[in-house]
């Protein structure tokens, strides 16, 4: 199948079979793929509009990229990932061993921007003809993924013959770089308070706006978001592991920062601010909520969104945790 974002694929993930399958499905038949996989993609679940023919290159180049992703090959980091997070992958990543790549942590240092991170290293791996390079989503995510100067030429021009982007990590893309991604979600916002059907129950939740007969406003409504603080305190193993889970922090960084003094900030909208809280009194562990206390009876729990192992569902959240006191203040003085 004559496809470039199949070639794309084959030079990023060095022909990952996988990762070649996956996508030559969505290529081979885009509508029905992504019809066929919205509980594997909750973006395709959630967008809206109607999607047509012209839209596929974007189908296609979301399922690459989270395919790069689900096999390690590429990694998503968010604009204030930790340093640890960021070697971890770069230091494991297939083609950094492959291509025997330097790294050493006296390079960094520590408290930069993932970005700064990112220009140092394409320094250093430019004598070995290689590079850290970032594809393209449209938003705040960094999808990195080291590759052979040579591979990321040609990967790069093709691309842009698709309307997509890739580009050196920790530099910005071209001014004239094509925005068809970001014209994609302009046309088909994603959606999310559409999940369930409003119900007979939905009707008396307090979170029910009877203006324009929507609920689940706890799922995206900015005003809605709650700060969890944990203050230092002694943690059990069991209890370290459930803040990591529900925070979506490193474990090994949360016993690091307790132990040093420090808090551990995540801000959270409602719905799983209730789930996080639920966690927490059951370790029995001692936390703060900023600004305020919700103004709702006991967190009401939506049984049309009942609590899981996968109730938190990251794609739906919007998890920032704060290191300095200056962060937070400005965070919330809005």
Same mark, same amino acid.
Request: aromatic letters at 14%.
């Given at each position: 199948? @004559?496809?470039?974002?199949?070639?794309?694929? &084959?030079?990023?993930?060095?022909?990952?079979?996988?990762?070649?399958?996956?996508?030559?499905?969505? /290529?081979?038949?885009?509508?029905?793929?992504?019809? &066929?996989?919205?509980?594997?993609?909750?973006?395709?679940?959630?967008?809206?509009?109607?999607?047509?023919?012209?839209?596929?290159?974007?189908?296609?180049?979301?399922?690459?990229?989270?395919?790069?992703?689900?096999?390690?090959?590429?990694?998503?980091?968010?604009?204030?990932?930790?340093? %640890?997070?960021?070697?971890?992958? /770069?230091?494991?990543? *297939?083609?950094?061993?492959?291509?025997? =790549?330097?790294?050493?942590?006296?390079?960094?240092? %520590?408290?930069?921007?993932?970005?700064?991170?990112?220009?140092? =290293?394409?320094?250093?791996?430019?004598?070995?003809?290689?590079? =850290?390079?970032?594809?393209?989503? %449209?938003?705040?995510?960094?999808?990195?993924?080291?590759? =052979? !100067?040579?591979?990321?030429?040609?990967?790069?021009?093709?691309?842009?013959?698709?309307?997509?982007?890739?580009?050196?990590?920790?530099?910005?893309?071209?001014?004239?770089? *094509?925005?068809?991604?970001?014209?994609?979600?302009?046309?088909? #916002?994603?959606?999310?308070? @559409?999940?369930?059907?409003?119900?007979?129950?939905?009707?008396?939740?307090?979170?029910?706006?009877?203006?324009?007969?929507?609920?689940?406003?706890?799922?995206?409504?900015?005003?809605?978001?709650?700060?969890?603080?944990?203050?230092?305190?002694?943690?059990?193993?069991?209890?370290?592991?459930?803040?990591?889970?529900? !925070?979506?922090?490193?474990?090994?960084?949360?016993?690091?920062?307790?132990?040093?003094?420090?808090?551990?900030?995540?801000?959270? !909208?409602?719905?799983?601010?209730?789930?996080?809280?639920?966690?927490?009194?059951?370790?029995?562990?001692?936390?703060?909520?900023?600004?305020?206390? *919700?103004?709702?009876?006991?967190?009401?729990?939506?049984?049309?969104? #009942?609590?899981? #192992?996968?109730? /938190?569902?990251?794609?739906?959240?919007?998890?920032?945790?704060?290191?300095?006191?200056?962060?937070?203040?400005?965070?919330?003085?809005?």
């Amino acid at each position: 199948m @004559d496809s470039k974002v199949l070639k794309i694929a &084959e030079i990023l993930s060095n022909n990952c079979s996988e990762i070649l399958a996956e996508l030559s499905s969505c /290529v081979e038949n885009t509508e029905q793929y992504y019809k &066929e996989h919205q509980t594997k993609y909750e973006i395709f679940k959630n967008l809206g509009g109607t999607v047509t023919e012209k839209d596929y290159d974007c189908i296609q180049w979301i399922v690459l990229i989270e395919s790069l992703v689900e096999q390690t090959i590429a990694a998503a980091f968010d604009w204030k990932c930790e340093f %640890e997070d960021f070697s971890y992958f /770069v230091k494991g990543a *297939p083609d950094k061993k492959k291509y025997k =790549l330097p790294f050493r942590k006296a390079w960094f240092q %520590e408290d930069d921007s993932i970005e700064e991170w990112c220009v140092i =290293l394409n320094d250093k791996w430019k004598s070995k003809g290689a590079c =850290l390079t970032q594809l393209e989503m %449209e938003n705040d995510s960094y999808i990195l993924l080291p590759l =052979l !100067f040579a591979d990321y030429e040609q990967v790069k021009q093709l691309a842009c013959d698709i309307g997509q982007n890739i580009y050196l990590a920790g530099t910005q893309k071209d001014e004239n770089a *094509p925005h068809i991604l970001n014209d994609f979600f302009q046309r088909h #916002p994603w959606k999310t308070q @559409d999940i369930c059907e409003l119900t007979d129950f939905c009707m008396e939740c307090p979170l029910y706006n009877k203006e324009n007969n929507t609920a689940f406003l706890c799922m995206r409504n900015k005003n809605n978001c709650f700060q969890i603080i944990i203050k230092p305190q002694e943690l059990s193993v069991k209890q370290i592991m459930s803040v990591s889970k529900y !925070f979506r922090i490193n474990a090994m960084l949360i016993k690091k920062r307790l132990s040093a003094g420090q808090e551990i900030y995540v801000k959270s !909208f409602l719905y799983d601010t209730m789930i996080t809280i639920k966690q927490l009194e059951e370790n029995q562990i001692a936390y703060e909520i900023l600004p305020y206390i *919700p103004k709702y009876s006991k967190f009401f729990e939506c049984p049309q969104m #009942p609590l899981g #192992p996968n109730a /938190v569902i990251k794609d739906y959240n919007d998890y920032k945790y704060f290191k300095f006191d200056e962060e937070r203040k400005k965070e919330w003085e809005i």
